[in-house]
């Protein structure tokens, strides 16, 4: 599985972006996505995640209300809707694919490249 992440870029505080995780290669449905991101300075860490089927989903309590994640199998493509956005969100996101849902970062097999998101106060 082959993942790209896009829909990063500048926006104010309380604004919105949506970050779309497109998949190639086969069984994408058969995988668990997660988002994960990276501040200056900071460790990776986990942001939300869904199973296979979408009927479960995943958010860090930093996130949590604010962020949805959502899948479309058959565009094998991941969402990540984020409003009310803060400073403190700005970071480089990464969405991977794992065969289990988790929020541990070491069972992600795949990662997409990042895609960069700027908040400004």
């Known amino acids: 599985v082959q993942l790209q992440a896009s829909g990063g870029g500048l926006v104010q505080a309380g604004g919105s972006l949506r970050l779309s995780c497109a998949a190639s290669?086969?069984?994408?449905?058969?995988?668990?996505v997660a988002w994960f991101r990276q501040a200056p300075g900071k460790e990776r860490e986990f942001v939300s995640g869904?199973?296979?089927?979408?009927?479960?989903?995943y958010y860090a309590d930093s996130v949590k209300g604010r962020f949805t994640i959502s899948r479309d199998n058959a565009k094998k493509t991941v969402y990540l809707q984020m409003n009310s956005l803060k400073p403190e969100d700005t970071a480089v996101y990464y969405c991977?694919?794992?065969?289990?849902?988790?929020?541990?970062?070491?069972?992600?097999?795949?990662w997409g490249q990042g895609t960069l998101v700027t908040v400004s106060s």
């Open positions: 869904i199973d296979w089927s979408g009927s479960s989903t």
């Open positions: 290669g086969r069984n994408f449905g058969s995988y668990a």
């Open positions: 991977a694919a794992a065969m289990i849902a988790t929020m541990q970062e070491w069972e992600y097999d795949y």
